[in-house]
């Protein structure tokens, strides 16, 4: 069965470095998603991507947020300056065109040191 | 008022029991709804999407009732396998999904 794959798994890093996560969305999937959980809080929703470009973002998902889709395969969350509030899980997420369910991938739990 | 609300839990049950699960949503226009599952540090995974009609899947039935903004999960003769944070998913829009806190259940031997 397809599925959603993130890396890193795990990443560690100071305060103030860029991180890059990583996530290779189901083959045929045209939406991607990225959301962010922290620790015993909901899961929440930062930015979709469609058509190469931005469809939706939240809040959170501020200036020192970016995401690329490189190449065919790969859709990645950049944070620029990490701070330490930007601990957390990051899931990506993928659907089709026709359903709305999402599938989410493993997540990348990021520490902030 | 939040977005997605739920039964703060967490609901600690006996194998074999029937558990229920609520779920309560603010926005009106929105357009579809979910139920996932979600194991300890790991990804939300996809029990059941929920339909007007209600829909069931094994020993999982979900409700949903557009009118009171509200959608149910029931779970009957409980598995010590079904211990895990139970999340509400609103879509709005076909865009982004909103979360509900989740329903941690325990199923106790």
């Known amino acids: 069965e397809p599925e959603v794959t993130q890396t890193p798994s795990h990443q560690v890093t100071q305060m103030g470095q860029e991180v890059i996560l990583r996530c290779v969305p189901i083959?045929?999937?045209?939406?991607f998603y990225w959301y962010r959980q922290i620790l015993g809080q909901k899961v929440e929703f930062l930015v979709s991507?469609?058509?190469?470009?931005?469809?939706?973002k939240s809040e959170i998902f501020d200036d020192q947020f970016s995401v690329e889709r490189p190449d065919g395969s790969n859709f990645t969350l950049k944070i620029r300056s990490t701070k330490l509030e930007d601990s957390a899980m990051y899931f990506c997420?993928?659907?089709?065109?026709?359903?709305?369910?999402?599938?989410f991938g493993p997540g990348t739990r990021l520490l902030v040191l | 008022r939040k977005e997605v609300e739920q039964d703060p839990g967490p609901f600690n049950v006996p194998e074999g029991a029937t558990v229920a699960f609520n779920c309560t949503y603010s926005?009106?226009?929105?357009?579809?709804f979910f139920w996932y599952r979600q194991d300890c540090r790991k990804e939300p995974k996809l029990l059941m999407s929920?339909?007007?009609s209600g829909n069931e899947d094994g020993r999982f039935t979900a409700q949903l009732n557009r009118a009171s903004q509200y959608i149910s999960l029931l779970i009957r003769d409980s598995k010590l396998s079904d211990s895990a944070t139970y999340l509400c998913?609103?879509?709005?829009?076909?865009?982004?999904?909103?979360f509900g806190p989740g329903t941690r259940l325990s199923v106790l031997p």
């Open positions: 997420a993928s659907r089709d065109f026709y359903q709305e369910t999402q599938y």
């Open positions: 083959s045929n999937h045209l939406y």
């Open positions: 991507f469609y058509n190469n470009e931005i469809s939706e």
């Open positions: 926005n009106s226009a929105s357009q579809s």
């Open positions: 929920v339909y007007s």
């Open positions: 998913v609103v879509n709005n829009y076909g865009q982004n999904f909103v």
